[in-house]
């Protein structure tokens, strides 16, 4: 994650470590405040996005509101 | 050429399966290795996925991967997102994993490993990957929308009204026989009692940690969480060394009932970022890890089942619950076969993150057949014990007695050999004072998974950490379903409240709140409280509640999948979920006559209600209750539960009627067949994403 980038390569170690950890976060069901703000960059331009605490604070409450994050 | 090569290697692949399943069902006298139930399971998953699923998915469904996806569609970088296939596939696996496949498979094996491997393989073939399956590209179809609408636009308002009701009955069993699976597996036990509840310290140090240290850093609080778990175990080792600290943590089952209830008040109170999204990420991690560790430790040791394929308590005799091998295995074994509870999964987080229709193959259908895999292996890791060790863990106080010298006289009466000694001195390696009648599964399996690692691993002496260790993963994973689930079942009561006072349904005002995540937990409570003080041990009668519940939810689930497979013009091919629906209707139906109905006390609600009475009026009390007054309680739990059943056969015959009259009015052409489906015009395609 903080690794360095390398120039050469295509995808160094680093950037493969980097969206391992990212799929392992997806995974987990992480609140993903990147994707969100490009979306909301590319998508709503004129509205001022969240911010990342507002953001990941209204995932969590959203997911513990409903059956279907948790079984049996 | 190749297509030839292909064809023999499929053919090769079924004629493993077949092999494999031959020798595990005609074995007598002999143990056979687990290397036989694994390859008869992965051969039939292998040719069940290859040509079942895809039938589903191109004849059925016509799953076309270039019509939209409500990800692509609607993508709002919040709930909808469109995500790579083998990433849906993880999450959605973590979310549909839960106890429930390693519980139901442990139990089941009283009847021998022979019934439960059956149904957990032909189960999922035929019914629970179907289901898991069609649910979910029926809820891409329409936008990821719930069961619950689904029931109530493709059927009415009557099965919407009745698969909402047994959402919340589900919630409540499910949630009660968990926490009892916990306290049989923590009463008397100091170093589980100390590691399982370090384990929420753990968790609110990791909440702070994002909240505050270093906010969002996921992955780095989970690895720290990792670290401090190990930390727990050996705490609670030395804890159960210590002659002044053990006593503290040696709880009685009562206690422990308390206090997970106020756990579960407390986790529903609470903000999520403190306990429960923590806890969840620490128990994902633990649970992929744990699940992947016990597969490549049965792949090395392959060890010899010692469980025989079929017992003589198939004839419904068996100590560790009553009643036979057919309905019971199949209400017993729940989850790892078919799970009523994925369909909620299914239509509510993942259909939302479906790049492509065609990945509900890979994900419903294939995450399912995962899901079965553990079953399996928890099947082998309860069947490597011998069958003296696993009766003696899992039969209740009132078949065993309270020594290993009774518990060993009564397991050689059942014809299974089983020294005092040897039982003295399992306890002694695993660090207990003793395995006796620990009901309820975790501890068996525990054993079981220990027994598997230390030889994986080696090192003998490491069989009390091991133990501890799957002790420590299987409560992680029950308390995070009775964590969330508390909140959610409050979040559904205050969405009921709502209808009798609109302030009750205010989710941030404090005594709604409160007032209503106390009246869930009382609601689960009552049956755990139940569960700890029946002298039968509570699971006997509980964990078939379980199951009729979760089948009931299954046969929901099934009958949208039929209406919207009526709907669709597709009448023909109904019998995919038709089949399946009838199993189970005949399964919970009986399963449920047979709880109420049954003349043995030790297997009808009300027989045992009857003799609980009589026990109270003359005085003449069975062993393990105190006085009158705790006779006279356990025939009102009878009873109790005698009405939740009935409740369950009640909603079962109401949503199959209700679905059974839209099916014949469809097909009848009384009705257009039309569905409530996103309708494909051609305008979005799947590159474009013109949603928004």
Redesign the interface.
């Known amino acids: 994650m903080g690794a360095p980038r390398s120039q050469g390569a295509p995808r160094s170690l680093g950037e493969r470590l980097a969206s391992a950890a990212r799929a392992l976060r997806m995974v987990l069901g992480a609140p993903d405040y990147e994707r969100y703000l490009s979306h909301a960059r590319e998508r709503h331009p004129e509205v001022p996005p969240l911010s990342r605490d507002e953001f990941v604070a209204a995932r969590l409450r959203a997911r513990y509101e409903r059956p279907g994050s948790r079984c049996c | 050429m190749v297509k030839l090569a292909r064809a023999a290697l499929w053919v090769l692949i079924a004629a493993a399966g077949a092999v494999a399943f031959a020798g595990l069902a005609l074995s007598r006298g002999e143990r056979v290795s687990a290397a036989w139930l694994l390859t008869a399971a992965l051969c039939s998953y292998l040719v069940a996925y290859r040509f079942y699923s895809r039938f589903i998915a191109r004849r059925v469904f016509a799953l076309d991967a270039s019509r939209p996806t409500p990800a692509v569609r609607l ?5 909808f ?1 469109p ?2 296939r083998w ?1 849906v596939f ?2 959605h696996f ?7 496949p390693l519980v139901g498979p442990t139990l089941a094996a009283q009847f021998g490993y022979l019934p439960g491997a059956l149904w957990i393989v032909v189960g999922v073939v035929l019914g629970g990957a179907v289901q898991d399956m069609v649910i979910l590209a029926a809820s891409v179809r329409r936008d990821g929308k ?1 069961l619950g609408q689904m029931a109530r636009e493709e059927i009415g308002p009557v099965a919407g009204f009745t698969a909402l009701v047994a ?1 919340l009955g589900i ?1 409540i069993v ?1 949630i009660s026989v ?1 926490a009892l699976v916990v306290v049989n597996t923590l009463r008397a036990s100091p170093w589980g009692t100390v590691t399982i509840g370090l384990t929420i310290p753990i968790a609110m140090l990791m909440g702070v940690y994002l909240r505050w240290v270093r ?2 850093r ?2 780095e609080a ?1 690895l720290i969480g990792l670290a401090l778990l190990v930390g727990a175990l050996y705490a609670g080792r030395w804890v159960s060394e210590s002659p002044s600290l053990a006593p503290l943590f040696t709880l009685r089952g009562t206690t422990l009932a308390w206090l997970l209830m106020a756990y579960g008040f407390a986790a529903s109170v609470v903000p ?2 403190l306990l ?2 923590p806890r ?2 620490l128990s ?2 633990v649970k ?1 890890g744990v699940v992947a560790a016990l597969a490549i430790g049965i792949l090395l040791v392959l060890p010899p089942l010692e469980m025989p394929a079929v017992t003589r308590f198939v004839d419904g005799t068996g100590p560790v619950f009553a009643g036979k091998v057919f309905p019971f295995a199949f209400i017993t074994i ?2 790892g076969a078919i ?1 009523g ?2 369909a ?2 299914a ?3 993942t259909p939302k993150l479906l790049e492509r229709e065609t990945d509900a193959r890979l994900v419903g259908y294939g995450g399912m057949l995962v899901e079965s895999m553990v079953a399996v292996m928890a099947l082998v890791a309860a069947c490597v014990l011998t069958p003296g060790v696993y009766f003696a863990i899992n039969a209740p106080v009132a078949a065993l007695g309270p020594t290993v010298e009774s518990a060993a006289e009564a397991i050689r009466a059942w014809g299974f050999t089983v020294t005092p000694a040897e039982l003295s001195a399992l306890a002694r390696e695993v660090g207990e004072p003793s395995l006796l009648s620990r009901t309820g599964g975790a501890p068996s399996l525990a054993v079981g998974m220990a027994h598997i690692f230390s030889r994986a691993l080696g090192g003998g002496g490491a069989m009390a950490l091991w133990y501890h260790f799957a002790i420590m993963f299987e409560a992680l994973f029950i308390l ?2 009775l964590d ?2 508390t ?2 079942g409050r ?2 009561l205050q969405d009921i409240g709502r209808h009798l006072w609109a302030p009750l349904g205010r ?1 941030s005002w404090y005594p709604a709140v409160v007032l209503s995540s106390a009246l869930f937990v009382a609601l689960w409570g009552v049956f755990l409280y139940q569960g700890v003080t029946d002298p039968l041990g509570g699971i006997n009668s509980l964990w078939p509640l ?1 199951g009729i519940a ?1 089948q009931l939810l299954a046969a929901v689930a099934l009958c949208v999948g039929t209406t919207i497979i009526v709907k669709m013009g597709k009448a023909r091919y109904a019998w995919v979920t038709v089949l399946p629906l009838a199993w189970l209707a005949v399964v919970t139906m009986s399963g449920a006559a047979i709880k109420i109905f049954s003349s043995d006390p030790k297997l009808g609600f009300l027989a045992s209600a009857r003799l609980f009475d009589a026990a109270a009026r003359s005085g003449v009390l069975p062993p393990g209750l105190a006085d009158a007054g705790a006779a006279a309680q356990m025939a009102f739990n009878a009873r109790l539960d005698a009405a939740v059943a009935t409740f369950f056969m009640v909603s079962v015959v109401v949503i199959i009627a209700d679905s059974a009259r839209e099916w014949v009015q469809v097909i009848a052409g009384r009705k257009p067949a039309r569905t409530t489906e996103v309708p494909f015009d051609g305008r979005h395609t799947a590159a474009a994403g013109a949603g ?1």
């Open positions: 993508s709002d970088g919040r709930d997102v995500t790579h990433i993880g999450h973590a979310a549909i994993a839960g106890p429930g719930s959402v919630m499910l968990l906010p969002h996921v992955l989970s999520v970022w429960l999204a969840d990420y994902a991690f992929i729940a989850c799970s509870f994925h909620l999964i239509s509510g987080t995070t379903t969330a689930g909140r959610v979040f559904m989710v379980f979760n928004d």
